[in-house]
């Protein structure tokens, strides 16, 4: 007998975002299991009828890449959902962390990751072409490590001249921490460096601020943001009524 | 009269890993710009029968982008495609260089970037979950940017701990750069550290070659193949008679 998981990025949020194949995986599922969000989101994309919704706190990760896996080994096919691609900031690293620490057998499950469009691509094409040269993804969270890091990985990225994508940039529990990276950045950087907050990128709330490094604000952001802060190379296309374009140049001079 | 232009990621080149919007624009066009195995491809996702294909070389990328602009003023609907997503390392920054450099109408034209799976999204999937955590994407090219820059980055990001995704890694012309890339990720990390080359992910031909920063050597790779270096919290899981999952640890301890 073959044992199935799917583990699916649902993409940025808007339904013509989604892949074929995050389709297909969504219309064979048993169970579905996830964030609130994005169990609902994955029955409107069109998950199967009789898949079973299995909801919980985005803080229970490592608990339910151990139910889905559980799952899988009774020959259900669960589908466990992220926003985004789910390899990115999302469950596909809790599921093989769960299947290293857990039982040898769960390694003959067949798991399948269907990779989705993730935040900072769907943001920089609405934005223009900012990711024009190299960059990197920055989580800004220290639930999961230590806020030093964190700071240091900005600098280096920074000195690096890489375009920084933070995602996870502000919650309730940590309102202060964004602006302390921000000045952390303002130590490596020129302060006009464009930054823009990208707030629902493609749905109907959608929210683009552009700013400069010198006069962002982390207040601008809230836990469903994407801060983008440019490079060197980074600039702006003026246009009459419509937040400008915004482009990194593919030549480092 | 509104004038159009779509640029479109094709994804990794699997059809069901292209995206819905993408579709939708493929359908619209009346002109094809790309490189010959991307409109090849745009063809077989559903580009409109009538579409007129412009094939030209990676390296005219300004003189496509001016092109496909011209396109628009005169009211047809061209469609600029890449691989992957257009805003990395594809025809995005090409298109918004060109539009700064040029006549100010063209400024009016409405220009959609349409958001595709990247070749390290498609990889990592395939792989398990080696972007776990915080990671980095830089193409080792100098076809663009001089050399010097490109080992700057690769050590800053080495330092900083991110996963490394390389594109471009290797050509015709540049058939040492890997080799040196590499060496300079050796002074910073340490040689068990897991490297993946992976090609064609998705595809019949795919071919993945799993080993570590001290065994890896640049002739394992060519122009297309997506080069992944892991960081200290990338492990591995073995499994019988399969290439072992890879995954980074969300934690950093």
Known sequence: MTFR????????????QVTQEAREALAQATDLLGYGLYVTRAVVFGAADQAVPH???????LGRARHALELAMQGRVPVVVSGGDAGVFGMASAVFEAVAEGPE???AIDIRVIPGVTAVLATAARLGAPLGGDFCVISLSD?????DVVVRRLRLAAEAGLVIALYNPRSLARPGQLDLG?????DVLPGEIPVVFAR?????????LSTTLSQARGESADMSTLVLIGCAHTKQIERPGQIPWLYTLRRVP
């Not at 639930?143 to 806020?147: I, R, S, T």
């Not at 921000?182 to 303002?186: G, I, P």
């Not at 629902?200 to 683009?208: D, K, M």
């Open 5 to 16: 998981l799917f583990i699916v990025g649902l993409g940025p949020g808007a339904e013509g």
């Open 55 to 61: 909801v919980t706190d985005n803080r229970e990760e």
């Open 105 to 107: 057998a769960w390694r």
């Open 143 to 147: 639930n999961l490590k230590p806020w």
């Open 182 to 186: 921000l000045a952390a950045l303002r």
């Open 200 to 208: 629902a990128i493609g749905r109907p709330t959608e929210h683009v």
